[in-house]
């Protein structure tokens, strides 16, 4: 994994994150999501705060953050593949500054989020020109291709590690 005293990786609830971390956070989700993608649905859905939710991320000193996620809960509706154990957790709004693309950046931080809970089944929407990076890390992707925000996405789901070395 990319942890150099050049890269710092971060694991923080809401109530740990610091006031200039969460605007490091909003601004790079912003670049990318409004600005870079024309995504106009809300990025602030009231869940960045919730009890469960954990947020990723890698940063340089003195810069901003270049590398994020979120992990939570599944939402009550969350679309599920059908005849494997619910997911536990769920990945979310995965952002990597452009800059910092092509690096490992992404890669590396899903796997320390991986690490952290082996045991436990996990769900993403990717979008589909990132479903190889999610791939390669054990996710199978379930169900047909949807559009989200004008990009194409698919459901994905990786089984708890034990699941998986024992089938």
Not at 49 to 75: G, I, M, N, Q
């Amino acid at each position: 994994m990319i942890a150099t005293p050049s890269i710092q990786l971060h694991r923080a609830s809401w109530s740990e994150l610091s006031l200039d971390e969460f605007y490091e956070i909003a601004r790079l989700r912003y670049a990318v999501f409004a600005l870079e993608q024309r995504v106009d649905d809300e990025d602030l859905d009231g869940r960045d705060d919730l009890p469960d939710t954990e947020h990723w991320w890698f940063s340089k000193p003195d810069t901003a953050v270049v590398c994020y996620l979120r992990v939570l809960r599944p939402a009550d509706d969350e679309k599920q593949p059908v005849g494997v154990p619910a997911a536990a957790w769920v990945i979310g709004r995965m952002a990597t500054a452009q800059h910092a693309r092509g690096q490992g950046l992404a890669h590396d931080l899903l796997e320390a989020v991986l690490m952290r809970r082996p045991e436990q089944p996990f769900l993403l929407h990717a979008q589909l020109h990132a479903r190889g990076l999610y791939e390669r890390l054990g996710f199978v992707p379930f169900g047909e291709v949807y559009d989200e925000a004008g990009i194409q996405h698919i459901g994905m789901y990786r089984a708890a590690l034990a699941s998986r070395v024992n089938t």
